[in-house]
Nanobody, 126 residues
Framework: QVQLVESGGGSVLAGGSLRLSCVIS????????MGWFRQVPGKEREGVAL????????FYADSVKGRFTISQENTKNTMYLEMNNVKPEDTAMYYC???????????????????WGQGTQVTVSS
């Protein structure tokens, strides 16, 4: 059974930094794409950052380019989102997601994600 568990969310002042982590277990694809998404109440979920683990390609939402960095450790079972110079508009529930070949529920930059974590709340105050 595939499980994704996020951690690292919390409250931070504008201009500060946070690092989110996502530990993935039970995954069978050898080189998946995976990423971070976020959602605020009343709005649609949006892609934040994505990485293709086979070639290292990365994609970012325009709103976070230059401030957020997605990465993974070499064993490919942990993914990170380094968030710098955060802004109040970054406040959201953040979810990590991984590719599903059989049952994708969302797609962003060609990555069909189907496995989701439970989310971690990030709150940025001014």
């Amino acid at each position: 059974q595939v499980q994704l568990v996020e951690s690292g969310g919390g409250s931070v002042l504008a201009g500060g930094s946070l690092r989110l982590s996502c530990v993935i277990s039970g995954y069978t694809l050898s080189s998946p794409c995976m990423g971070w998404f976020r959602q605020v109440p009343g709005k649609e979920r949006e892609g934040v950052a994505l990485i293709y683990t086979d070639n290292g390609r990365r994609f970012y939402a325009d709103s976070v380019k230059g401030r957020f960095t997605i990465s993974q450790e070499n064993t490919k079972n942990t993914m990170y989102l380094e968030m710098n110079n955060v802004k109040p508009e970054d406040t959201a529930m953040y979810y990590c997601a991984a590719e599903s070949e059989t049952s994708p529920t969302g797609s962003w930059h060609g990555c069909g994600v189907g496995y989701w974590g439970q989310g971690t709340q990030v709150t940025v105050s001014s």
